[in-house]
């Protein structure tokens, strides 16, 4: 496809389980991002790929929030022992590259997870 | 510490009227980027402009005009003409590198 794809688009799931979310970026694309977005705010930054790496993981709130991206190219954000206040619809974008001129970012259309 | 201010919470305009949407931002850096985005009621982040910080010149798109000024940190979006598919929370961002900070957002309604 010729954009950011994310599944599931929706996901219920109770207190306390284990969740996966996916990101299909953009063919090409060696930067990968993860946002959250709460309702009526902006999204917030989670964490940043070049690569395979995780080049930047300072916006992870806390130890039960991990994301892989093993091929340089798909990635899963994992998210353990969910607690209600993780409820929010989960951004995922791609940029050519990271930075310089070539940086805008092109979003998915979000996974929307509900913790009951 | 990096940020955006969007101090308009939401909008109001009656279709074909002019409408400018206030972003100001807060960074130490001296090469950063600025960018809008357009997030319609189906959720999915539309990219619609991004600006170094070494470029002030203003840009106009068809009914869509920005008006960047670093002397008072504010990167301004105006849309002329006002549709009603214009209707969405539009987002001001800033980034250095790849760390992004969006603003809280601002909700434009166009009424017909």
């Known amino acids: 496809g010729a954009g950011v794809s994310q599944t599931p688009s929706n996901k219920v799931t109770e207190k306390g389980k284990y969740v996966e979310l996916r990101c299909d970026p953009i063919?090409?694309?060696?930067?990968l991002y993860w946002y959250r977005q709460s309702l009526g705010q902006g999204p917030e930054f989670l964490i940043y790929?070049?690569?395979?790496?995780?080049?930047?993981d300072s916006g992870l709130p806390n130890d039960r929030f991990f994301a892989v991206r093993p091929e340089g190219s798909v990635s899963t954000l994992k998210i353990q022992r969910t607690e209600r206040g993780d409820s929010a619809v989960y951004l995922c974008a791609s940029s050519l590259f990271g930075q310089g001129p070539y940086n805008e970012q092109f979003f998915g259309p979000g996974t929307r997870l509900t913790v009951l | 510490a990096q940020k955006v201010t969007q101090a308009q919470t939401e909008i109001s305009v009656v279709e074909k009227e002019d409408v400018t949407l206030d972003c100001v931002y807060e960074t130490r850096d001296t090469t950063y980027y600025l960018f809008w985005y357009k997030q319609p009621p189906s959720g999915e982040l539309v990219f619609l402009i991004r600006?170094?910080?070494?470029?002030?010149q203003n840009e106009i798109s068809g009914r869509y005009s920005w008006n960047f000024q670093k002397s008072t940190s504010s990167f301004n979006f105006t849309i002329t003409a006002s549709q009603v598919v214009d209707s969405a929370v539009y987002f001001c961002?800033?980034?250095?590198?790849?760390?992004?900070?969006f603003g809280p957002g601002t909700r434009l309604s166009v009424l017909p």
């Open positions: 790929f070049q690569g395979t790496g995780a080049a930047d």
């Open positions: 600006r170094n910080s070494f470029d002030e």
């Open positions: 961002a800033l980034s250095r590198g790849q760390n992004f900070v």
């Open positions: 063919s090409g694309h060696t930067a």
